[in-house]
């Protein structure tokens, strides 16, 4: 008699799915059972229904779990592809984006696509051979950093090979942040077209390396290279000379160390700044346990109709991966996912 009291006043298009106090307050004025308020809350909170088309209107679950910025450079750099963007006149539609996570400093090229062959050579050509192999490359899990080819040149290069989940852009947040301002700086020269951004890309990226970020109060370039950038434009200046090589390697051993040093501290103290403004008004998930079933929320939202499914599944958690990540397997279809907590709607 209650659960089909619960399915008319909550599941019928006249009762719409709406929340928990709506659902109590039509029920209460004409029904009366010990326990009501309780058993029509776990009956609205276990609707699978509401669970897959409604917006969670809450801070999404997870507080931020800064990546420990490096003590060097080329200790960790972030890999990433931007785009598609619109095409160019040589062909090209993305942009690969490789970031030093101390230094700021990056690398770019423009593509014509986005496969592993093209971020492998990437990774070979434009940084091993010319600034040396990096200790940690951090990278989301698009299938063109996790092919083979990808995979055996990162192991036999020696390169540690970390993985973001795709749509938690905050786990490789400085690359993400560079993307933006590189767009920014390029759509401000292209022609009308759009047709020769390339044209411009390696021009917004020295500028973006010369310039003075304000976490390290600094440029990426004279971090990365030990000496101040010197621009087309500069008048001649003064040039200190020193009396031998050797005084100059112990003046610049003795400035990286410093600037080092510095550019560590700040972004220490930035991430903290961040972390505060971040976690404000929200909670972790409490540890889900395996066979535990979830809904994933639906990240690519503006490609949604309308009236279609906020979150889809349900999935079936197999592990947690570290405090904010869980491996999770489709009960239908068995493919498995690697997603952050803030994707994670509990079925109950």
Not at 44 to 56: E, R
Not at 188 to 209: K, M, R
Request: proline share 5%; aromatic share 12%; with cysteine.
């Amino acid at each position: 008699m209650i659960d089909q009291l619960l399915q008319a006043y909550h599941d019928s298009p006249t009762s719409g799915h709406l929340g928990i106090n709506k659902t109590w307050n039509k029920i209460r004025d004409r029904y009366f059972w010990p326990g009501m308020f309780k058993k029509i809350k776990h009956y609205v909170l276990s609707c699978t229904k509401c669970k897959q088309f409604k917006i969670d209107r809450t801070k999404p679950r997870g507080k931020l779990q800064p990546i420990e910025p490096p003590t060097g450079v080329l200790e960790l750099m972030g890999l990433d592809f931007v785009g598609p963007v619109p095409q160019s006149s040589n062909g090209n539609k993305y942009i690969l984006v490789c970031t030093d996570y101390l230094s700021r400093y990056a690398i770019t090229q423009a593509t014509s696509n986005c496969t592993a062959e093209t971020a492998a050579r990437f990774l070979v050509e434009k940084v091993i051979l010319q600034y040396s192999v990096p200790k940690q490359l951090l990278t989301d899990r698009g299938t063109h950093f996790m092919s083979n080819v990808f995979e055996a040149i990162a192991s036999r290069c020696g390169i540690h090979h970390i993985t973001a989940t795709t749509y938690h852009p905050q786990c490789n947040g400085l690359t993400e942040r560079f993307n933006a301002t590189l767009v920014d700086s390029i759509g401000t020269y292209v022609n009308q077209q759009q047709s020769d951004w390339d044209d411009y890309l390696p021009y917004a990226t020295f500028a973006y390396n010369t310039s003075k970020q304000s976490t390290l109060q600094m440029e990426p370039f004279k971090l990365m290279y030990g000496r101040d950038p010197i621009l087309p434009f500069d008048t001649p200046s003064h040039i200190t000379k020193l009396s031998s090589v050797n005084d100059y390697y112990d003046q610049l051993v003795r400035f990286l160390q410093q600037a080092k040093s510095s550019a560590w501290y700040n972004i220490k103290q930035q991430q903290n700044v961040y972390k505060r403004i971040y976690d404000t008004g929200r909670q972790d998930l409490s540890p889900l346990k395996p066979g535990q079933l979830v809904f994933l929320k639906q990240m690519m939202v503006k490609n949604l109709r309308k009236f279609s499914p906020k979150y889809y599944g349900p999935f079936r958690v197999i592990r947690q991966l570290g405090r904010l990540n869980y491996e999770v397997k489709h009960i239908n279809d068995g493919h498995i996912e690697k997603v952050h907590v803030s994707r994670i709607r509990i079925i109950i």
